[in-house]
């Protein structure tokens, strides 16, 4: 059973400062910068995102999707809302899969947990990331110099630098 995570995007953007104040100035910077967050985040978590954003109100919108670093990218059709794309996408997924639907919106939250996903709020999924990147990052880059170094190094002095840290 994979782990899906659907993501309501502008709803993210207006309750991530980081992102509300970026949107502000202009709103495709902010989609890209929180599409780069995710892709970070999918790329310690292995989790499957999937990124919506509202193109209801854009006449002659037609569903989109995009694969970008990673992620998913739907754009919704004209007259569809995110929250109802994903609303749709929990129902097909759920059955199947694990599901995780980030939005702060209360109706959202509730039909999610009607068909068997978890929610989680937008300030959830800032303050969840932030921890799980650190937590790996640490060890990604522990493992990473490690082994870099040890296969530079002569066998020898290798074993030198070990007998030296035993006795430190």
């Known amino acids: 059973m994979s782990l899906y995570m659907l993501v309501d995007g502008y709803n993210v953007i207006n309750n991530w400062q980081i992102l509300k104040e970026k949107a502000q100035k202009n709103l495709e910077d902010a989609r890209d910068k929180l599409i780069d967050m995710l892709a970070d985040f999918k790329g310690y978590s292995?989790?499957?995102?999937?990124?919506?954003?509202?193109?209801?109100?854009?006449?002659g919108s037609l569903e989109k999707h995009e694969e970008i670093n990673g992620i998913e990218v739907v754009y919704t059709k004209e007259g569809e809302s995110a929250d109802h794309f994903?609303?749709?996408?929990v129902v097909e997924l759920a059955k199947k899969e694990q599901v995780v639907v980030v939005s702060s919106d209360w109706t959202v939250q509730q039909v999610v947990l009607a068909h068997g996903a978890i929610r989680m709020s937008a300030k959830e999924l800032y303050e969840e990331m932030n921890r799980y990147i650190e937590r790996h990052k640490k060890s990604y880059v522990n493992t990473v110099y490690k082994d870099n170094l040890e296969e530079r190094l002569d066998n020898e002095i290798v074993k030198k630098l070990r007998k030296m840290a035993e006795n430190s």
């Open 46 to 59: 292995g989790i499957n995102i999937i990124l919506v954003f509202d193109a209801m109100y854009v006449k």
């Open 86 to 89: 994903i609303e749709l996408k």
